[in-house]
């Protein structure tokens, strides 16, 4: 059995696309382009495959990711290019990989995020995200099933910071760029719970609703404090063996 590892992205409308939407439509993609699925046991199989952590409903992102199962082979790109063929304009398919690593979830460990914060003046973000970094904790609630729920959301933040960015169309309007990295933990800590804190800081409001997309999700590297792309063990467990074997053959010979 094969696994392959896809990554793709929620673009401009599609970014309200649900969880569930996302997987009728790639199911669908699926039987399109003819991928031969390896499927669960039971009495209803389903297609076999695993979602990684994602994008709540709203947000963009060019950093989702999952896994799929074969029962026959296929080669990663041309596989990804058909099932890109068969998604939705905006759910796209951009990169693919042969799974020759175990662990994938545990390799998102956190999230690189965009907000774009229109009619906010870029100095008054600015003074806001001082105020947040300064804080040693930053209390927001969230509204769940059980009732209104407090925790502090400072923690999970590794950076946060402003950000220039060339407007995507000529306009007047202030308009503020925040750039957020936050660690994936427990509660989970979303860019609408920073958004809360930045109110409970510095009374920071934007009058409309900040548009966010995920730009990267992977594994926090302590020493650079960077997000390393998940998919990058995969590619070199698939070139190691390729260029250890020229080595091997010119110690033979030696």
């Not at 696309?17 to 199989?45: I, K, N």
């Not at 390799?107 to 965009?114: F, Q, Y």
Request: contains cysteine; glycine residues 4%.
């Amino acid at each position: 059995m094969q696994r392959i590892r896809l990554r793709y992205t929620k673009r401009g409308r599609l970014r309200f696309t649900s969880h569930r939407d996302f997987q009728r439509a790639f199911e669908r993609a699926l039987r399109r382009a003819e991928v031969p699925m390896a499927y669960s046991a039971g009495f209803t199989p389903h297609p076999k495959v695993s979602y990684a952590n994602a994008a709540p409903t709203g947000t963009g992102s060019e950093a989702e990711y999952l896994e799929i199962a074969l029962t026959a082979a296929r080669d990663p790109e041309r596989l990804r290019a058909l099932l890109d063929e068969s998604m939705p304009t905006g759910l796209d398919v951009i990169d693919a990989v042969e799974a020759r690593t175990s662990g994938l979830a545990d390799r998102l460990t956190a999230s690189v995020w965009e907000l774009r914060l229109d009619g906010v003046d870029p100095a008054e973000a600015e003074r806001a995200v001082a105020g947040f970094n300064a804080a040693e904790a930053v209390e927001v609630q969230r509204r769940t099933k059980n009732g209104l729920r407090t925790f502090d959301a400072r923690p999970a933040v590794v950076q946060l910071e402003t950000h220039s960015s060339q407007a995507d169309r000529p306009t007047d309007q202030p308009c503020a760029i925040l750039r957020l990295v936050v660690r994936h933990v427990t509660p989970a800590v979303r860019p609408d719970d920073v958004l809360s804190g930045l109110r409970a800081v510095a009374d920071l409001a934007p009058p409309v609703p900040a548009a966010v997309t995920r730009l990267a999700q992977g594994l926090f590297d302590e020493e650079t404090g960077t997000v390393t792309d998940p998919l990058a063990p995969d590619r070199e467990a698939v070139t190691a063996p390729s260029m250890a074997a020229p080595a091997a053959a010119a110690t033979a010979s030696a």
